[in-house]
DNA sequence: GCCAACGTTGGC
DNA sequence: GCCAACGTTGGC
């Protein structure tokens, strides 16, 4: 049995929202834009096929974990940074040598409710999660007893 | 809309 | 290699 890791994923809702993944035609979408080293070192190095991962909805009246995703392909190059017409194109990055990366994920669930930023920081158990302390990071791990812990928060069994 | 936090850039 | 200036993120 391969263990998987866990992870979470930051998106503006007026931008990209768990219902938008949720819609898609294979409700898949590449994570695309990630213009940040330490992000792009998880998604290039130790997200790995069937990892799952927090939707979170940042930049909004509620800041909050509102669903869950699951991986379903492995970091590869992210062409948006080859293409002069993208909003995320970096000049910098050429295909044979790319600098930035993305993954593939799938819409796995919502959570029967959504847990918010503030309800997170009022938890001592949760208090070393990076959400709280590395507020700036759009791709980050979650420990596992934080994403046990969570679940249960939501009302999710599993 | 404001602004603090913080990652990145570039001059020296 | 330091660090000030700058730009962006994201909570409020």
Redesign the pocket.
């Known amino acids: 049995m391969s263990k998987h890791n866990h992870w979470l994923f930051?998106s503006?809702p007026t931008c990209f929202s768990l219902e938008d993944l949720k819609n898609l035609p294979d409700a898949t979408e590449h994570w695309d834009g990630v213009?940040?080293?330490?992000a792009r070192n998880f998604l290039r190095d130790q997200i790995k096929l069937g990892d799952r991962v927090f939707f979170?909805h940042?930049?909004?009246?509620e800041?909050a974990i509102v669903g869950i995703a699951q991986v379903v392909r492995e970091g590869y190059p992210d062409w948006t940074a080859f293409d002069p017409e993208n909003d995320h194109f970096d000049p910098r990055s050429a295909p044979e040598k790319p600098i930035w990366y993305m993954v593939d994920v799938r819409f796995v669930r919502v959570l029967p409710r959504p847990i918010t930023?503030?309800e997170l920081?009022g938890i001592p158990a949760l208090a070393g999660m990076a959400?709280l302390?590395?507020?700036?990071?759009?791709v980050q791990p979650v420990r596992e007893e934080e994403w046990d812990l969570i679940l249960k928060l939501a009302g999710v069994e599993e």
């Open positions: 930051k503006e213009r940040n080293y330490q979170y940042s930049n909004t009246a800041p930023l503030a920081r959400l302390n590395r507020s700036r990071l759009s």
